[in-house]
């Protein structure tokens, strides 16, 4: 099995700051790509952003310039560091992987349960 688990959601006030994590852990051979995606009420979910194994980073043209990406391979955990934070941001955002557990299995998606991130004063 393999588990996505994220923390660092909450309350923030607009222009704030807050800084998601997700930890992966369970079976896994390799991790090509890492991210996140966001869904606010009513609105399909979309990506955020994503990281793959080597570094190449992809953002939402929403968040570009204002949140930063990043992984530890090692540990297989990525962050989302999100400044300036807007009331559009608020949304459950979730944690996103293509993960291969073994040396000769196919990839396949993994999702986290979710953290709620809420910009609000």
């Known amino acids: 099995q393999v588990q996505l688990v994220e923390s660092g959601g909450g309350l923030v006030q607009p222009g704030g700051s807050l800084r998601l994590s997700c930890a992966a852990s369970g079976s896994i051979f390799n991790i090509y790509v890492m991210g996140w995606y966001r869904q606010a009420p009513g609105k399909q979910r979309e990506l955020v952003a994503t990281i793959t194994s080597g570094g190449n980073t992809n953002y939402a043209d929403s968040v570009k310039g204002r949140s930063t990406i990043s992984r530890d391979n090692a540990k297989n955990t990525v962050n989302l560091q999100m400044n300036s934070l807007k009331p559009e941001d608020t949304a459950a955002y979730y944690c996103?992987?293509?993960?291969?557990?073994?040396?000769?299995?196919?990839?396949?998606?993994?999702w986290g349960q979710g953290t709620q991130v809420t910009v609000s004063s």
């Open positions: 996103y992987a293509i993960i291969q557990r073994t040396a000769i299995s196919t990839s396949f998606q993994y």
